[in-house]
């Protein structure tokens, strides 16, 4: 049995942006074969649970270093555990939500972000009816509060899930409060500085995909043109350095997310970006 070829020592390995979305893949296949006791797994199993190749698997994770052993396949808990340090969630996360409406409150009782290492720490509104009341173990806060305590509760990463009118307001109250990373449930672009990082989930957006793509497959049952888009070529503008660099994962030394220029359709701005 011989060990997959390891990269050039010492060597940091820039990692694209649709393998690191992969990753995530992986590292949920992962958690559930290990919730079944499984201690092997190989790269055909792991890839056709993950709905990807083997082949771009494997590539993937070589982007790792050396991870499995031809022939037996990979370990779950060494591999599990090396994507966590490529994310940067070894070190684990402290989540704040602002917005405890309908949504708000799914995303607090979502019991799936303190298996994968983020820890909700706090939650705030500005209704009054919220602030006071309690939500899986947390007392709401108000709004006010919310730069304060994001230094207080050392938090890591910022959740907005308020209302469009007041997304810009909360989010600077997050980066005055040490937060350097937001994930906002809002199509509003936020102004915030570019050290911060930004990912938008438009659940409008995402629904109008699967629209298009609805309506692409009648077309193609009933055998008439399916709906196409056309883009016009795009210009090639000089970049400056500052948006071609890569971003680091997480703070700490590892892996390299490549920085290149987001698609048209992207939902997120410094260095991260939706990937199919």
């Known amino acids: 049995m011989t060990e997959e070829r390891p990269s050039p020592s010492g060597v940091e390995r820039v990692i694209p942006q649709a393998t690191v979305t992969r990753l995530a893949t992986y590292l949920r296949v992962l958690s559930i074969l290990a919730d079944e006791g499984v201690l092997i797994v190989s790269s055909e199993e792991l890839a056709t649970a993950a709905g990807v190749g083997s082949a771009k698997l ?14 037996v396949g990979y370990d779950v808990a060494r591999l599990r555990a090396k994507i966590d340090s490529a994310l940067g969630l070894d070190r684990g996360h402290r989540v704040v939500l602002a917005g405890v409406g309908n949504l708000g409150q799914a995303l607090a009782g979502y019991g799936g972000f303190a298996r994968r290492g983020f820890a909700m720490v706090g939650l705030f509104d500005r209704d009054p009816a919220r602030v006071g009341t309690e939500t899986e173990g947390l007392t709401v806060r108000h709004i006010d509060d919310l730069e304060k305590a994001c230094r207080e ?19 600077e109250k997050l980066v005055a409060g040490g937060v350097e990373s937001i994930l906002s449930f809002s199509p509003m672009v936020l102004d915030v500085p570019e050290r911060v990082e930004v990912r938008r989930v438009d659940l409008a957006v995402e629904m109008q995909v ?11 049952q009933v055998g008439v043109p399916a ?22 994962l997480g703070r700490s030394h590892g892996p390299r997310i490549a920085g290149n220029p987001s698609p048209v359709n992207s939902s997120t701005r410094n260095g991260s970006v939706i990937a199919p």
């Open 58 to 71: 494997r590539k993937d994770l070589s982007f790792l270093g050396p991870n499995g052993v031809r022939g």
């Open 210 to 220: 699967l629209s298009f793509n609805s309506s692409r497959n009648l077309a193609e």
């Open 227 to 248: 709906p196409t888009i056309v883009t016009a070529p795009r210009p090639q503008p000089v970049t400056p350095p500052a948006l071609t660099s890569t971003a680091r």
């Open 153 to 171: 509760l050392e938090a890591t990463i910022g959740v907005i899930a308020t209302p469009d009118d007041a997304v810009q307001s909360v989010a």
